[in-house]
């Protein structure tokens, strides 16, 4: 693919600009820098799966899914100049995305606005899933919170541990300031804890995650888990991701 020409780049970071220097010469769309700490927000009228005797206990998983904070995310206009954004074609965009986050610490994707509509609209009624995410020579448990625009990632065990003081792993941002004009809805992830998630495993859980809420198959299990709890087994899943039941 032909690489941008436009210099719209502008990092605040010297180290990070020269690791990723021959990546990103040419395509400078984006501004370096670090997001706040996220703090989370329980989405507005919409209440916990009721009978979570094991995907958490119920006492704790009420808590934890009412116990968020507002969200205070890296607006775009931070990272990408977003006037100089809007004469790249959508291709281009989306590489300087992606070349940009290389290397830094985040996880960079993107997709296309009729994927983005349909996440927003399921996960409207089911905000909650479980997902295993395979480390070395087994998997840890993923919990994860969906209120769009955002996704919020913690570690099962520590939420059952520390319950309302259980810390995010990992936030994803989905900035749709594009999504009309040029189809394209950009995905930011950062890592809050590096000891507990790599990029590569970000990465993966990032589409494991949208492709549990993007396919008819799995999308099943994610209802199954928010709205028929009693039925809901995480060997299916396991299956599903072709796992050992261990």
């Known amino acids: 693919m032909q690489r941008i020409s436009l210099r719209l780049l502008r990092s605040s970071a010297a180290a ?96 296309k606005a009729k994927l983005y509509h349909l996440l927003e609209q399921r996960s409207d009624s089911c905000r909650h899933f479980v997902i295993p995410l395979w480390k070395g020579s087994g998997y840890t448990t993923m919990f994860m919170q969906v ?48 000891s507990k998630l790599t990029d590569s495993e970000a990465k993966t859980l990032l589409e494991t995650a949208h492709s549990f809420y993007l396919n008819d198959v799995r999308y099943r299990l994610v209802e199954r888990f928010n709205k028929e709890t009693h039925d809901f087994e995480f060997r299916d899943v396991l299956q599903v991701l072709d796992m050992p039941t261990m």
């Open 16 to 111: 990070a600009a020269s690791t990723t220097s021959s990546s990103l010469r040419g395509l400078a769309v984006l501004r370096g820098g670090w997001p706040a700490r996220p703090a989370l927000q329980p989405p507005a009228r919409t209440a916990a799966p009721a009978d979570l005797t094991r995907w958490p206990p119920r006492r704790g998983y009420s808590q934890f899914a009412s116990g968020f904070t507002p969200l205070k995310p890296k607006p775009l206009g931070s990272i990408l100049d977003i006037e100089r954004a809007k004469g790249l074609s959508p291709e281009h965009l989306v590489a300087a995305w992606d070349d940009y986050h290389l290397g830094r610490g985040h996880i960079g994707a993107s997709m």
């Open 147 to 194: 209120q769009m625009p955002y996704i919020i990632f913690t570690g099962l065990e520590d939420y059952k541990a520390r319950g309302t003081q259980a810390s995010p792993y990992y936030t994803v941002t989905h900035y749709t300031e594009f999504s009309e004009t040029k189809d394209t809805v950009l995905i930011r992830g950062d890592v809050v804890f590096t």
